[in-house]
């Protein structure tokens, strides 16, 4: 039982390039979420989806896209990349009602140059 | 809307003290509260959470947190520091029903001096 995965662990972009980060569960939860942290700002939501089949908009969704591709994986896709998206990126399950707690990966480190 | 905030960016204690992290929140309704952990370079683990039932709750590693409703306010304390409690704590709130996103304090860095 791997929990939540999350490929690649570092990636190194330039401006304007493009790239998707994976993120799979194995423990058969309905929701899932995409953060992002930045120093002294804590983990920000980018999207999430509450079951299979459907994606929200969090607190910053901008120059981000989702799919969440069967219940086991959610990925976050980044068109153009930009500076300000470095950061590192977590991804996280939740069983669904009424267990709350969420599940965090190991995270991805991204750095836009 | 909710919010949460962490007073306290950096926080040092010596080994074998009284660890204390605080934690208040804003919200319509009393929220479900919980602590994770972050060590260097991991993901967040889970400390412990309320949801409901007694205010007193406690978690792993002998961290427990205190839900005071009337004080908006869940900190987090461990009667003795050890080393291996070095890291950055985060406490987050979640509203009891819908989509459950979390909402994160900014976190605050605990350092154990030896």
């Known amino acids: 039982n791997a929990g939540v995965t999350q490929t690649p662990k570092f990636q190194v972009l330039k401006t304007g390039q493009s790239m998707t980060l994976q993120c799979a569960q194995d423990?058969?939860?309905?929701?899932m979420y995409w953060y992002r942290q930045d120093p002294g700002m804590g983990l920000r939501l980018i999207y999430y989806s509450a079951s299979e089949g459907t994606t929200d908009k969090g607190e910053v969704p901008n120059g981000y896209n989702v799919s969440r591709l069967n219940k086991r994986e959610f990925s976050l896709r980044l068109e153009s990349a930009a500076p300000s998206q470095t950061s590192v990126y977590f991804c996280?399950?939740?069983?669904?009602?009424?267990?709350?707690?969420?599940?965090f990966g190991p995270g991805t480190r991204l750095t836009v140059l | 809307a909710q919010s949460v905030t962490q007073l306290g960016s950096h926080v040092s204690v010596s080994e074998g003290a009284l660890v204390l992290l605080r934690c208040n929140y804003s919200s319509s309704v009393p929220p479900y509260l919980f602590w994770y952990v972050q060590y260097p370079n991991q993901g967040l683990q889970l400390l412990l959470k309320?949801?409901?039932?007694?205010?007193l709750v406690k978690g792993i590693n002998g961290f427990e947190a205190e839900f005071k409703k009337s004080e908006t306010s869940f900190h987090l304390t461990k009667p003795s520091a050890h080393m291996s409690d070095a890291a950055e704590y985060f406490c987050?709130?979640?509203?009891?029903?819908?989509?459950?996103?979390?909402?994160f304090g900014t976190g605050t860095r605990l350092t154990v001096i030896p």
């Open positions: 987050a709130v979640t509203q009891r029903s819908g989509a459950n996103n979390l909402f």
């Open positions: 423990m058969n939860h309905n929701s």
């Open positions: 996280a399950s939740r069983p669904g009602e009424p267990q709350n707690t969420q599940y």
């Open positions: 309320y949801t409901t039932g007694a205010t």
